[in-house]
Structures are given as structure tokens and as C-alpha cells.
């Protein structure tokens, strides 16, 4: 039998402590969640050990991991919110860095440029690189954007670093043309937008067997992103 491992990204859009329950019916190894409350980290009970990064009394980046994986925080970047950890399983390792961009002097594309040029090198040394979460970023906002803070520098940086998004290798789309949403603007279905990602290092995407984009009904009742699923031999 083939050991398979479950990575999701979800924006959980607070209120995880709710929400938790819909991100637990997935059985996911390791969670990304951004807009977490550190007071609701632990939410999804004591079969995950858990980081929480952020401001205290606000939203922030939780990476979580079930019992058998061990979670090492190496280093979390300047900008809000992202953060490098190593994750030790009982046959692989994992370096996650998890992505919740949130808009500062240059923008979501720029806070997160900046923060992928603090820890993708620290991330290089691994063979399994895996970087998801909420980019609030995508082409389609780059029309008044200086070419320096487009998202084609961030899919540059992460394809200079030898990764692939999951979603657009996989499906064979453009980013900015994506033919699945995963944020509905004020929880509207006719507003979507693809602004959440998964990309990995080539050695871990070639082990992906499956990979999902939740559908806007039944994560609109949670939440208005969809989470982001990626399951690895």
C-alpha cells in the first residue's frame, strides 16, 4: 500500500475556531491556514502540533502537522504573513514555507517578493520545497503595477528556485486565464479570482498523484476562499 501524504492550504477567513471542523474532514498531514487567531490554533485537537505566526490579538499564518511529523520553525519573513518551517515525517522531510500576504508599502505582490527573496534561499537545500497560502496576487490586477510588482516576478523567483505550481502545470493554464476561482470577492460567486497557490520543487510535484480546488459550494458556508488540495506518494 502506497503511503500518501495530504497538504492543504486554506484561508480559513477567521473564526477558525468554527471553521476548523470543514478543514479536519479533509485528514490533511500538514495545513496551511491563513487569517487564523492564535487563540484558535489548536482547533483542529490534539492530533496536530502547531505554529502560529502573527500579531497578537490579530489574524495570522497557522502551519499545522499531524502528531508524527515534527515542526521546526526556521525562519518567519519581515513581512506579513510568511513563514519557513521544516516538517520531518516518518519517511520524508518537507520544507513549508506558508504564504498570507497582506498589502504593505509595495503592495500584496511586493510583501510578497520580498518575503520569497528572505526564504527561498534558505529553503534551497531541500529537495521537497513546498510553498502555499493566500498571495492576494494575481495578474489581473497588474494592469497599474510597475514591472518590478507584477506577479510574474514572484512566478519568476519561484521558478528560478526550481518550482512548479501544482494548478498550472497540471492543468496547462496561464496564470491569470485560470478557469477555477479560489476567492470569491465578498463571498459572491459571480466575483471570482484565482489567488491562492501551491507550487513545489520539481522532485516533490513529480510525486503528486492528485491535486483539487475546492468547489464554491459547500466552502462558501466556511469561507470565502477554497482550499487547495495536494496529495503526495
Known sequence: MVSVTRIVAWNCAGKFSRNAAALAALDADICIVPEALEGHADALGANYSVHWHG?????GLLIAAKRDWRIEVVQAAPQRH???TTLQG?????SVIGVWAMRGPKGCTGAV????????????????VFVAGDFNASPVFDSSSPPALRFAEIS????????????????GEAFGAESCATYHHQW???????IDFAFAS???AARCRHFEIGK???WCQSSDHVPLVADFD
Open 82 to 84: 510568511m513563514a519557513l
Open 90 to 94: 516518518p519517511t520524508t522531510s518537507l
Open 216 to 218: 464554491f459550494d459547500p
Open 156 to 171: 519568476g523567483r519561484l521558478q528560478d528556485a526550481g518550482l512548479v505550481s501544482l494548478w498550472h502545470d497540471r492543468a
Open 202 to 204: 520539481k522532485a516533490l
Open 188 to 194: 459572491k460567486q459571480e466575483q471570482p479570482f484565482h
Open 55 to 59: 500579531d497578537e490579538g490579530q489574524r
Open 113 to 128: 517578493i520580498d518575503g520569497l527573496d528572505t526564504l527561498l534561499p534558505l529553503a534551497a537545500a531541500s529537495p521537497n
